[in-house]
């Protein structure tokens, strides 16, 4: 089992920035690994934020936060970040790191954004944006 460990989740004002990062430990092989970010709000379901795959870097995201975040890896690290920018009261939430250790590739584009694609999840970290 991998573990992952998220941080730089935290307070922020509207409009403002936060990058987020995920680190995976243990016995892994991080670069052929998809790797995705969750979000979850009070009270509702954990929603998909964005993906990057390991077999070839490609990258997707959720339509709300397209245009103003970029998802990245760096495999020499174990890790992967979610840069966010412009921020909106609506992102606050816990988010969450989740892996793919099978690294699969799907002819159906929405099979990313499903929880139970996905073996490993972190502990999540919040993040709160003020208005």
């Known amino acids: 089992q991998v573990r992952l460990v998220e941080s730089g989740g935290g307070l922020v004002q509207a409009g403002g920035s936060l990058r987020l990062s995920c680190v995976a430990s243990g016995r892994t092989f991080f670069s052929s690994y998809n790797m995705a970010w969750f979000r979850q709000a009070p009270g509702k379901e954990r929603e998909f934020v964005a993906v990057?795959?390991?077999?070839?870097?490609?990258?997707y995201y959720v339509d709300s936060v397209k245009g103003r975040s970029t998802i990245s890896r760096d495999n020499a690290k174990n890790t992967v970040n979610l840069q966010m920018e412009s921020l909106k009261p609506e992102d606050t939430g816990v988010y969450y790191c989740a892996a793919d250790r099978l690294g699969r590739t799907f002819t159906d584009r929405d099979r990313y954004r499903n929880v139970n694609e996905y073996d490993s999840w972190g502990q999540g970290t919040q993040v709160t944006v003020s208005s």
């Open positions: 990057i795959k390991g077999r070839d870097d490609i990258t």
